[in-house]
């Protein structure tokens, strides 16, 4: 079946480091990929997302390129703020009819 | 517009109580999701509703859980009786009709129990 894995953290960066959490997915079509965060005390919410490969998803400085061949999607930032402390879940669904199936979660510390 | 809504936030009960969680969807969004989320794991589909109906129920435990989505608009989840292995959040999510939605998924805040 069809399974997301990304690294394990926790990952522990300074203020205004570069940020890389590596994700690659399973499937047995061509899914949409997604990064969920969940901020402490808050549910889970859309980050970015690409629906096909090669695509760019893009948000809050975040970004992250849907790469078929190594099917990969990995989540990067140039400059991590102490805001950016969360866990970070990267998902896939096969359709828009199928629910996402989520990696296990990397936690980020950022420290001033 | 009011996002998914769950309660309670926190539930502590003792094993073998039973415990229920209520979920309110975004208006509109036809497809209902409980999900579990062990700490530390990501989270896990119980079961998935397209309206009313359960369409996707595979992972839900029959023995001690149940879920029920009357009128296609709310949602709870019951567990009876509990076990001290069920303690972990409940996510109930949301998403638009089928065939116009790209894969997002609405999250509530999630219902936490902990099983003494």
């Known amino acids: 079946g069809d399974s997301v894995t990304q690294m394990e953290g926790p990952v522990t960066l300074s203020e205004e480091a570069f940020l890389t959490i590596n994700c690659t997915y399973t499937?047995?079509?061509?899914?949409?990929l997604f990064w969920y965060v969940q901020y402490p005390g808050e549910g889970l919410q859309l980050l970015l997302k690409a629906t096909k490969a090669d695509d760019k998803g893009s948000n809050k400085g975040f970004e992250a390129t849907y790469r078929k061949e190594t099917t990969s999607f990995h989540l990067e930032k140039g400059s991590v703020q102490v805001s950016d402390s969360a866990v970070y879940f990267c998902a896939l669904s096969e359709s828009g009819n199928t629910p996402l199936v989520f990696g296990k979660g990397t936690r980020l510390s950022v420290i001033a | 517009e009011a996002g998914v809504v769950q309660s309670p936030r926190y539930k502590i009960i003792e094993k073998k109580q039973p415990v229920a969680f209520w979920c309110n969807p975004i208006s509109g969004h036809n497809t209902l999701y409980w999900y579990l989320q062990n700490l530390g794991q990501g989270p896990e589909l119980l079961i998935r509703?397209?309206?009313?109906?359960?369409?996707?129920d595979s992972q839900l435990p029959k023995d001690r859980f149940s879920a029920e989505r009357l009128k296609g608009v709310d949602s709870t989840l019951k567990i009876q009786p509990a076990e001290l292995g069920d303690s972990a959040v409940y996510l109930c999510?949301?998403?638009?009709?089928?065939?116009?939605?790209?894969?997002?998924?609405?999250f509530g805040e999630g219902s936490r129990l902990t099983v003494l």
């Open positions: 509703y397209e309206n009313e109906e359960a369409v996707d």
């Open positions: 999510a949301s998403s638009p009709r089928r065939g116009t939605n790209t894969g997002e998924l609405f």
């Open positions: 499937a047995t079509g061509y899914p949409s």
